[in-house]
C-alpha cells in the first residue's frame, strides 16, 4: 500500500464580477477494495453551497450553488489515497474469455451492452481497416495479448500533443493527424474495444509522474474483461493503469467525465483567464 496526496487547484478569472449557474464537479477519487480516501478537503470562492451525490456510473459528484458575484471562481481540492496492489490482468481471467474472440456470459449482456456501442459510428469504417493490423478475422490470440497489442500500438502510432481546446478529436482526426492528448488516445482505445466487441469505457483522474515532476490531470480506457473485470489501459504511455493512476470518473462518453461543468452569467467578454495547478505526490 502506499499514500498519496493530490492537490488540484482550479481557477477562473473575470474582467468584471459575474454571477455563476449551478457547477458540477468531479474531483473526489471513485473508492474500492483497491483506493480508500484516507481524508479529503474542498475550498470553493465565492461560497456555494455543496451538495454531494452519486451519478448511475457510481461517481461522486458535487453540486455547488453559489449565493453572491465575483471576479474570481475558485476550487481547492486536496485528497490523501491509500492505494493497493491489484492482481494482474492475466491471473484472473475467466477461462471463456483467456482467448479472443469469445463471449460474455448472458448474466452480463444486457448490463455491458451499451459500453460496446460505438459513440462514433461514422467513424468505424476508417477504424476497422486501422484495426487490421493489429488482428485477422478468425485468428486465436489471449485476450490480455490482444488488448495490451493494442495499448502499445496506439502509443507507437499517434505523437503526443497538449491541446487546450474542450473536448475530444473524433476518432478519424486522430487518424489522420497522427497526433493527440490523453483525451484522443483514451477516445481511439475506447473506440477500437467496442469494434472488437468488448465493453469500453471513458476514464479521467489523476498520475503520479515521475519524481520531481508534480503529476497531472489524466484520461485513459477501461475494458470490461470477464474475471478480471474493469480493467485499465493507458494507450499514453504504454501502461496499464496501475498504482499511479487514480480514477476520478467512467463514463460511456467522454463528455459525462468532465472535472467541472457549468455556467455563467455577464458580459459576453468578462472571461479573462483560467489557471490549473495539480500535485500528486507519496506521502
Known amino acids: 500500500m502506499k499514500r498519496i496526496r493530490i492537490t488540484h487547484t482550479t481557477e477562473y478569472h473575470y474582467k468584471v464580477a459575474v454571477r455563476f449557474g449551478p457547477h458540477r464537479a468531479l474531483l473526489r477519487p471513485r473508492e474500492g477494495h483497491d483506493v480508500h480516501i484516507a481524508r479529503s478537503r474542498l475550498e470553493v470562492e465565492p ?22 458575484p465575483s471576479t474570481r471562481l475558485r476550487l481547492l481540492s486536496e485528497v490523501d489515497v491509500d492505494l493497493y496492489e491489484d492482481v494482474p490482468i492475466d491471473c484472473v481471467i475467466d477461462p471463456i474469455a483467456q482467448f479472443y474472440p469469445f463471449q460474455y456470459d448472458a448474466t452480463e449482456q444486457i448490463e455491458v451492452v451499451s459500453y460496446r456501442l460505438p459513440s462514433y459510428p461514422h467513424d468505424g469504417a476508417v477504424v476497422l481497416e486501422w484495426l487490421r493490423g493489429s488482428y485477422v478475422p478468425g485468428q486465436s490470440i489471449r485476450t490480455s495479448e490482444l488488448l495490451e497489442n493494442l495499448n502499445t500500438r496506439i502509443y507507437q502510432t499517434f505523437q503526443y500533443r497538449h491541446r487546450e481546446e474542450a473536448g475530444v478529436q473524433l476518432p478519424c482526426q486522430t487518424l489522420a493527424l497522427g497526433t493527440g492528448s490523453c483525451r484522443d488516445y483514451a477516445v481511439f482505445m475506447m473506440e477500437a474495444a467496442r469494434h472488437w466487441g468488448f465493453a469500453a469505457r471513458f476514464v479521467t483522474g489523476y498520475i503520479q ?6 503529476g497531472a490531470t489524466h484520461a485513459w480506457t477501461e475494458i470490461y474483461v470477464p474475471g478480471a473485470g474493469w480493467r485499465g489501459f493507458d494507450p499514453t504511455n504504454n501502461k496499464l493503469s496501475g498504482p499511479e493512476h487514480v480514477s476520478v470518473a467512467v463514463a460511456r462518453e467522454h463528455e459525462k467525465a468532465s472535472p467541472l461543468s457549468g455556467s455563467w452569467h455577464g458580459p459576453a467578454d468578462a472571461f479573462d483567464r483560467m489557471d490549473v495547478s495539480v500535485q500528486v505526490v507519496e506521502i
Do not use: K, Y
Not at 461560497?47 to 453572491?68: E, K, P, Y
Not at 509522474?209 to 508534480?214: C, F, S
Open 209 to 214: 509522474m515521475a519524481e520531481g515532476q508534480h
Open 47 to 68: 461560497t456555494a453551497d455543496v451538495r454531494w451525490f452519486r451519478d448511475i456510473q457510481g461517481n461522486s459528484i458535487a453540486i455547488l450553488t453559489f449565493h453572491a
